[in-house]
């Protein structure tokens, strides 16, 4: 109806479409959402100008994430692991590469190694979280001590408990400070 009414790049027409990419998203339905969100973002993109277009771009990364979550939740971490790299592309692009969404992606990509034992290519990752976090939010948010524990979560995983207890210490204090 908008796209008749006002064209095909009207910001409503946008609107549109990503409120329905949002709602067959939250179904699962990622084959329907995909090309609706690459519509919003070229329209988005055209309307402001291509380097703004974290809002569009975020929600296409988010939407990489849970598809690459998906897959690894039913052990499919072929599937899963070039669709979290490629949402993590998106949000450093977006958002540069300090953002704290971009420390949410790196996260949940060091998660999927970490599942499979990888902790060599973990490790920097939630390294890399930790700092943008530190950087971003302060030493004392409590996402960093999210970060914190996560990183002392992959130490432990490795009998590594020397490196693990002085983060899981930090972290607790904190959490003692909210």
Do not use: C
């Amino acid at each position: 109806m908008w796209e008749k009414a006002q064209g095909s790049d009207h910001p409503n027409v946008f609107a549109s479409l990503t409120m329905l990419a949002r709602l067959y998203t939250k179904q699962g339905d990622y084959a329907k959402a995909e090309p609706l969100l690459k519509r919003a973002l070229a329209i988005w993109e055209k309307a402001q100008g291509p380097d703004h277009s974290d809002v569009v771009a975020s929600m296409l990364a988010d939407l990489y994430a849970e598809q690459g979550d998906y897959y690894a939740e039913q052990g499919d971490y072929v599937k899963a692991e070039p669709l979290l790299k490629r949402s993590l592309a998106i949000r450093e692009k977006a958002l540069g590469p300090d953002h704290p969404y971009v420390a949410t992606s790196l996260d949940i990509l060091a998660f999927l190694y970490a599942e499979q034992g990888d902790y060599v290519k973990a490790e920097p990752l939630l390294k890399r979280s930790l700092a943008i976090r530190e950087k971003a939010l302060g030493p004392d948010h409590p996402k960093v001590a999210a970060s914190l524990t996560m990183l002392a979560g992959l130490y432990t995983k490795q009998g590594d408990h020397a490196r693990a207890e002085p983060l899981y210490k930090r972290a607790a204090a904190i959490r003692a400070i909210e």
